[in-house]
Structures are given as C-alpha cells and as structure tokens.
C-alpha cells in the first residue's frame, strides 16, 4: 500500500487495505496479551526461489499502539513481528 498504488488503482488499494485491516483485526481478537506471532511473505519461484537472502527489514507491530497507515508495505521476504 502506498501513494502510487492508491492513485494508479484505487480498487487495489481498497482491498489491500481491506485484507491487511482484517489480518491485523482477527490477531487482536486470537492473541493474547504478551503473546506474539511472525509472519513471513514470500513467493515461490521454482527452484531457485530459497536462493534469494531475506529481506533485513524486519518489523516490530504492538497491537496496542498500531495504527494503519495509508504507505504499510509489506516486502517481499520481509519478517514481521506482531505482539499484543
């Protein structure tokens, strides 16, 4: 999600928005406090798809503070943190 993305398609946006909204929304509901989860992105390539380092910006979200912002990316490769 980022500002090219909004004015180029705004129909992706709005669902990329939409999905990651829910994502983040159901972990509030399942987590507990103290309790944290990864989560991973990634596509499969055929064979040479596990060649490629990780993505080294990894993300640290705190439930109780995030807040959604219109230019979330969440990179291919990356790890993200997510704790309530």
């Known amino acids: 999600m980022n500002d090219e993305k909004k004015l180029s398609s705004p129909e992706y946006y709005q669902c990329s928005r ?5 994502l983040f929304e159901y972990m ?32 640290m979200i705190d439930l109780s503070t995030f807040e959604l912002e219109d230019n979330f990316e969440w990179k291919e490769r990356q790890m993200i943190r997510v704790r309530k």
């Open 18 to 22: 939409k999905c990651i909204t829910e």
């Open 28 to 59: 509030g509901r399942h987590l507990e406090i103290g309790e944290e989860l990864e989560l991973y992105s990634c596509t499969a390539y055929g064979c040479e798809r596990f060649s490629d380092l990780p993505n080294q910006d990894d993300l």
